[in-house]
């Protein structure tokens, strides 16, 4: 397939290695991921009832963009296994929002054959609004 010349190695990985994807999320987004999980919060769907909430509008799903952390670690540590994520959300983000995560290898665990990744995800004015450590196991 193509992607054999990918495949990070034990060896080749380093602590501050990192990788990062931006995005800008569109209602289309929001509309497959509700078709696809079924989370059927107004918050995410209904204009009117998000407008009577203190954010005053609809919100791109949390998890949503934390599937933007998910394409960062598979970068960082190409052809291994996302093992667990720890996640906080520190602001909303809204339709239109242009998203930039970025996963950073922070600790190399030789005896576990896993590596620590920071992740975080920085709005189109840099405003953090999420972060979080994700592990990912290295097939050796």
């Not at 209602?27 to 954010?55: C, M, Q």
């Not at 709005?123 to 450590?133: K, P, S, T």
């Amino acid at each position: 397939m193509g992607y054999e010349n990918k495949v990070r190695n034990w060896d080749d990985m380093q602590v501050g290695d990192s990788a990062s994807f931006t995005k800008t999320m569109t209602e289309t987004d929001v509309i497959l991921w509700v078709g696809l999980t079924g989370d059927f919060n107004p918050i995410h769907i209904d204009k009117e009832y998000a407008k009577s909430t203190r954010f005053g509008n609809v919100l791109v799903p949390g998890v949503l963009v934390l599937g933007l952390v998910s394409n960062v670690m598979t970068q960082v540590t190409f052809g291994h296994v996302y093992a667990n994520q720890s996640i906080k959300f520190l602001k909303p983000v809204y339709i239109g929002d242009t998203i930039t995560a970025t996963g950073t290898i922070i600790e190399k665990l030789d005896e576990k054959n896993m590596v620590k990744v920071e992740t975080k995800c920085v709005n189109q004015d840099g405003a953090l609004v999420m972060i979080g450590e994700g592990m990912e196991y290295i097939l050796r």
